[in-house]
């Protein structure tokens, strides 16, 4: 199913239990989930840092709204064991059982958990835009190869990730925006790529205004932005586009949750502006990256999670991304 704007609508799902779950690896650091104010509303931030055995993976956020009929979840997090925390942790919420599955984008470290809410919930329906359908075994893509990428992980992030892990595809995409009416709510699910990735996708939840914004938003932590999908001038578009919907409350990808959405909304904002701005000062200048990188001013950033492995491959990425612009402007300019 693929349409520009789509509303969904529920039926009653005959099963939504597997007889027999499968095993994963326990976790040694609980999920921690944390609620909206006065809302049926959860959430649960990782580790600001990047995935490791450290961490045991749960680096991003995601979250689930209870509502009377069924629950929508947004993202899974980067393991099956963490996915079924998640789910465990929904049922100790409510009884009814998970109707939708939004991703907020194809990053190993959103989707792995969806594994485990497939499994205890096979009647749900996974939610992405439809680049989401491009994340396959050998398939070449920008953002990253899913199979090289699983491999990685499977290394990195073992017992929880390993040979028994395997990618779930949305059953349903979308382009641009979509609409989920469920128990009283309404969930528009917006496209915002490509950005941080190529199906880069928000969803707020109405008449809460709490907004789940993905990877849009990263707040007080250094973004990942070093990969070929990475676009950040639609970036800065998105993020104000974010800032246009007024959230209430704001849930990022990555970091902090906050009732002060637009101060979230402007550290992702300043931060692109800041590397970009200090990159075009190169570029305009024919300067080397590394000698261009090394005269930069980070100390605004250098503390903060993911600098030490973030911030030089942005720079580099977004350095690409302006000589780019220069030699299309150079291309078109009068003979």
Request: proline share 5%; no cysteine; net charge negative.
């Amino acid at each position: 199913m693929k349409a520009r704007s789509v509303l969904f609508t529920i039926g009653v799902l005959a099963s939504t239990h597997l007889s027999a779950a499968e095993e994963y690896a326990p976790l040694t650091k609980p999920l921690q989930l944390s609620k909206v104010p006065e809302t049926s509303i959860y959430f649960s931030i990782g580790n600001p840092g990047i995935p490791g055995k450290e961490n045991e993976g749960n680096t991003s956020n995601a979250g689930f709204v209870a509502t009377d009929e069924g629950v929508v979840i947004f993202d899974a997090l980067g393991t099956p064991s963490l996915g079924k925390a998640l789910v465990d942790e929904i049922q100790k919420v409510t009884d009814k059982p998970v109707r939708y599955s939004v991703v907020s984008h194809y990053h190993a470290d959103h989707i792995y958990g969806l594994q485990a809410v497939k499994e205890r919930f096979p009647g749900v329906v996974v939610i992405a835009e439809e680049r989401g359908l491009e994340y396959q075994e050998k398939t070449e893509i920008s953002d990253e190869r899913a199979d090289a990428r699983l491999e990685q992980r499977r290394d990195a992030l073992f017992p929880w990730v390993n040979k028994d892990t395997r990618v779930i595809l949305p059953d349903v995409v979308f382009e641009e925006r979509a609409s989920i009416r469920l128990g009283g709510h309404e969930f528009l699910l917006l496209y915002a790529g490509p950005a941080h990735s190529s199906s880069d996708t928000m969803m707020m939840v109405q008449p809460e205004g709490v907004l789940f914004a993905g990877d849009i938003v990263q707040n007080s932590r250094v973004p990942f932005m070093n990969s070929d999908d990475v676009n950040t001038e639609r970036w800065l578009k998105s993020l104000e586009e974010v800032q246009n919907l007024k959230p209430n409350f704001i849930i990022p990808g990555h970091g902090r949750a906050s009732t002060q959405a637009a101060e979230a909304i402007a550290f992702t904002t300043n931060y692109i502006k800041y590397v970009r701005a200090e990159m075009k000062k190169a570029v305009d200048n024919w300067t080397d990256f590394d000698a261009a990188y090394a005269q930069v001013d980070w100390s605004a950033y250098s503390s903060l999670p993911a600098f030490s492995s973030n911030n030089r491959g942005n720079a580099y990425r977004i350095y690409l991304e302006l000589e780019a612009e220069n030699f299309g402007k150079d291309s078109k300019a009068p003979q």
